[in-house]
Structures are given as C-alpha cells and as structure tokens.
C-alpha cells in the first residue's frame, strides 16, 4: 500500500488543522493505520492509532483532548484532526499501515508501510 499525507501547513497558536492520508489500493479496510511525528532534532513518537473499523481508536497522552484520528474505508483515507494546536506540537507528522492490531499499536515496529510525512508548524 502506498500513503499520501497531507494537510499540513502553518498555523498559529490554538488553531486547528485536519491532516489526511490517502492510501491506495483496495484493501484499506483491512490495515491499522497510526499516525506519528518528529520534531527537529527529537525522535519520532507516536501520536495516533486506529483500528480497521474505525471504532478502537487511540491517541498519546500528550495530545489526548486535543486530536482525534478517523477514517473513511470507502475513501481510503485516515484523518488527523488537531485542536488546540501548541508549538510543542511542531512537527513532520507521518502516517502508517500495519497489516496486524494489538497493543503495541504505538510502536513504530508494528506498522509495515510509511508516508512521506507533512511539515505542521505552530507559532506562538
């Protein structure tokens, strides 16, 4: 499967963005997908995690009650929707397909392809 994100963008403090990431193929329903993000000069981190039906989904402590993941299986597209935005949340934010769900889901090791990632900058 190949992903495509997109969405992101400059934003100032306290706004909101909505990221996608359009897979291609006709199996989409049948991948987890997971969303993750590397600051400058920070590894990368989990920040997001979905399950095939849309129903088990999972965010980091660090960003709980601000972002929300989602899909769409007849689009073939998982979203990101970011509230609140802080500059700490300044980032390349990556999605991901995993092929099994358990609950590693916030290990990078548990998804098999990447996207190319988009660049989310806040200003204070």
């Known amino acids: 499967v190949q992903l495509q994100a997109s969405g992101g963008g400059l934003v100032q403090a306290g706004g909101s963005l909505r990221l996608s990431c359009a897979a291609s193929?006709?199996?989409?329903?049948?991948?987890?997908m997971g969303w993750f993000r590397q600051a400058p000069g920070k590894e990368r981190e989990f920040v997001a995690a979905?399950?095939?039906?849309?129903?088990?989904?999972y965010v980091a402590d660090s960003v709980k009650g601000r972002f929300t993941t989602s899909r769409d299986n007849a689009k073939n597209t998982v979203y990101l929707q970011m509230n609140s935005l802080k500059p700490e949340d300044t980032a390349v934010y990556y999605c991901?397909?995993?092929?099994?769900?358990?609950?590693?889901?916030?290990?990078?090791?548990?998804?098999?392809?990447w996207g190319q990632g988009t660049l989310v900058t806040v200003s204070s």
């Open positions: 991901a397909a995993g092929t099994t769900w358990s609950g590693l889901y916030y290990r990078e090791e548990h998804y098999n392809y």
């Open positions: 979905i399950n095939w039906s849309g129903y088990g989904a």
């Open positions: 193929g006709r199996t989409f329903s049948s991948y987890v």
